[in-house]
């Protein structure tokens, strides 16, 4: 079994959470004086999974000669390591402070030299940040931090093959704001010192990268311009293009006869090992979107075939390291090409789902020494093929499963339920009694598509409430495997939206009685089978009207709002454990509204936050277990560019907040706030008496710093 389960990594945050929000004086309600480490060594994790569903992978690498040793690169799960063909895996990236990777490079001359460049290149909504460039001298036992932080996101790295001191990083830079660290950076000492080489504008970073194999001073990279916001996306604009430098990343020039003029997006590179001179691109473009080729070193290119699935989450393209003639290419699922680009055929010819191959395909390893050996990541983890892509094998032993939301019942012991990205709705067991302790054999899929919220009733384990994306809640029976969609249905002339993630709970008060939300809150006194709408609790602007880049997202920018398919929507709520109808929700456009009355009406509180930059995105809301007018909120600003941490505590319905963060080391984003139900105080901090807004401020500035 694995050290860690990412499956459980969510568990875990939320525990070190708590944790952290300890300036109180105990654990226990009768325990007093201060939490000390020796304390928390109470909070042990296991594992429980599921590895048996996998999750997104950014990159796959193995060792040339040794292809029983790989590296996977998961989105949400680290660095995880094999030395035995996928037979066992041991998780690199633990202690790490994020968990996101964008490329991994092993140096050709020596693989035990690791550059790693954390932060997911795919440009979702739910894309994670990273930390900069990471590398490792002994396969990956040991760390060290490269800088480039503020990059953010790292495309692809590249390292020479004769001196793994001098390597070159595409960094995308920062996803949700204008910065200036992104563009291709080189370093000559091992990654102590980078300097920035090829950059365009602040919108504009790099997002692949190809070194020529006979000529390390060649090398070609591919700028991509784009911007996501809390609202929507645009991914491209005139910063998109491919450049070459022939003296090492000195100098560079864009490549432009026969790349299609206007604004690009996103752009894959390929070149050929066995023949430098042959190159492949995927190019996004509003006309003359495709596969392009060059066979004179990128200095003309034609297009090939119109072939370029869905390039914002994909743009992945390989030349065979044998053939030049054979390319394949990664979408939705997988197209190889026998004749350079010209023509593609599915491998296998049968949709991949039919042949158990999960969609979604990001990353491709081919084995230079033997061509038919590939190793695939999908949304759904690792596959192997050792027929050039006709038959593959799931390797679904080590747990990079990406949980957007956890539940557990009642039961002793208690089964858990959790939505994963992509992978459907799952619930397994606390325990079992079986001596190697839990196995995917325990774990029992429930819903369909990416799992979101999954909610059993409290009362009867036989109810749970699952949605997929965008509020496709269902109510099922997960011992009969029998389920209703019970989503609510908009009166003709008016259409609701919800989030990606959208909410549900229950009430503490009657287990019948759940919510939904949406830009309303819905709310069902019968288990779902029918609702009544609260009024718009979003600010329900017109997204159209929202720039991005400084342009408005209209009908001719590139991947228009790929990802967010509404915006004004709830994303959580809460119901007070002691008063019946005091409800809480926040949306993602920065709405904190409070009803006394079952949501019959409602008071927008959000404005008397402090500090909080207006319209931010309000990650949770939690109702006290303890004082019916205590509340606790938090914002997630990363969707701004901005990393800073934020959370408060009203004592009074949301007349007056107060920071509660004073002491915990940050900067980062806060997804999830819990307050223990049996002691309140571990999340109180000491002095709880009001303030004038003013010390607010002062506070919270204070604990800001720079």
Not at 33 to 58: I, K, N, Y
Not at 122 to 131: A, D, I, K, P
Not at 472 to 489: A, Q
Not at 612 to 626: I, K
């Amino acid at each position: 079994m694995n050290r860690t389960a990412t499956g459980l990594r969510c568990l875990a945050a939320a525990a070190l959470l708590i944790s952290l929000f300890s300036p109180i004086r105990s654990i226990s309600a009768q325990q007093t004086g201060p939490v000390m480490s020796s304390d928390l060594r109470a909070l042990s994790f296991r594992e429980t999974g599921p590895a048996v569903v996998g999750g997104r992978v950014h990159d796959v690498e193995a060792v040339p000669g040794h292809p029983a040793t790989i590296y996977v690169g998961a989105a949400s799960g680290g660095v995880w390591k094999t030395e035995n063909g996928g037979t066992t895996w041991i998780p690199l990236w633990d202690d790490l402070p994020n968990s996101s990777v964008g490329d991994i490079a092993l140096a050709p001359s020596d693989p035990d030299i690791i550059y790693v460049g954390s932060g997911g290149p795919n440009n979702r909504q739910s894309t994670l940040y990273g930390s900069g460039v990471w590398k490792s001298t002994d396969g990956g036992a040991g760390w060290i931090h490269l800088g480039l932080t503020e990059t953010r996101h790292i495309g692809r790295i590249r390292i020479h093959p004769r001196n793994p001191d001098i390597a070159y990083a595409a960094a995308l830079g920062n996803l949700w704001k204008a910065n200036p660290q992104r563009g291709v950076f080189r370093t000559t000492d091992g990654g102590a010192n980078w300097s920035r080489v090829l950059f365009i504008d602040e919108d504009t970073g790099a997002v692949d990268l190809v070194m020529d194999p006979s000529n390390p001073d060649v090398l070609y990279a591919a700028t991509y311009q784009r911007r996501r916001r809390t609202w929507g996306f645009i991914g491209g604009g005139p910063g998109s293009g491919i450049w070459k430098t022939t003296d090492g990343g000195d100098t560079w020039r864009e490549l432009t006869d026969g790349i299609p003029e206007g604004d690009k997006g996103r752009i894959g590179l390929a070149i050929s090992m066995s023949d430098p001179e042959i190159l492949n691109a995927t190019i996004e473009h509003r006309s003359e979107q495709g596969t392009y080729r060059s066979e004179d070193g990128g200095e003309t290119w034609a297009r090939v075939n119109r072939l370029n699935p869905r390039p914002m989450y994909y743009s992945h393209i390989y030349i065979d390291p044998v053939d030049p003639d054979r390319v394949y290419i990664l979408g939705s699922s997988s197209s190889m090409s026998e004749d350079g680009g010209r023509t593609f055929r599915g491998i296998p010819s049968a949709p991949t789902y039919d042949i158990g191959v999960h969609g979604d395909h990001h990353a491709l390893w081919i084995d230079p020494d033997a061509t038919g050996n590939l190793l695939l990541g999908t949304d759904a983890g690792l596959y192997a093929s050792r027929d050039r892509g006709m038959t593959w094998t799931r390797i679904n032993n080590f747990a990079i499963g990406q949980f957007y939301a956890i539940g557990a019942d009642l039961r002793n012991p208690y089964w858990i339920y959790g939505g994963l990205q992509d992978n459907h709705s799952w619930m397994g067991p606390s325990r079992t009694r079986r001596f190697i302790g839990i196995i995917n054999d325990d774990w029992h899929q429930i819903g369909f598509s990416d799992g979101m919220y999954a909610v059993p009733d409290p009362e009867d384990h036989r109810r749970v409430y699952l949605d997929s994306q965008n509020g496709g809640i269902i109510r099922m029976d997960p011992e009969t495997g029998s389920s209703l969609g019970i989503k609510p249905v908009a009166p003709e002339g008016e259409r609701y939206r919800f989030d990606w993630c959208a909410p549900i709970a229950i009430s503490p008060h009657d287990h019948n009685r759940i919510y939904l939300g949406g830009n309303r809150l819905f709310i069902s006194d019968n288990g779902g089978d029918s609702w009544h709408a609260t009024e718009d609790l979003s600010r329900a602007l017109d997204r159209e009207q929202l720039e991005i880049m400084g342009r408005l997202t209209d009908g001719q920018t590139l991947s228009r709002h790929d990802g967010t398919s509404t915006y004004g929507e709830i994303t959580t709520i809460s119901e007070s454990p002691l008063t019946p109808g005091l409800l809480w929700v926040g949306t993602d456009d920065g709405n904190v509204q409070v009803s006394r009355d079952g949501g019959s009406s409602w008071s927008v509180v959000s404005g008397r936050i402090p500090v909080v930059p207006d319209g931010t995105y309000v990650s949770r809301v939690e109702a006290s277990h303890a004082v019916p007018e205590r509340a606790y909120v938090t914002f997630d600003a990363h969707r701004d560019g901005d990393f800073r941490s934020f959370a408060f505590v009203t004592e009074d319905l949301g007349r007056t907040w107060r920071a509660i963060l004073a002491g915990v080391p940050g900067p980062g984003s806060i997804n999830v706030i819990r307050e223990h139900p049996g002691n309140p105080e571990l999340l109180r901090p000491p002095d709880s008496s009001p303030r004038k807004r003013s010390d607010h401020r002062d506070a919270r500035t204070e604990h800001l710093g720079s």
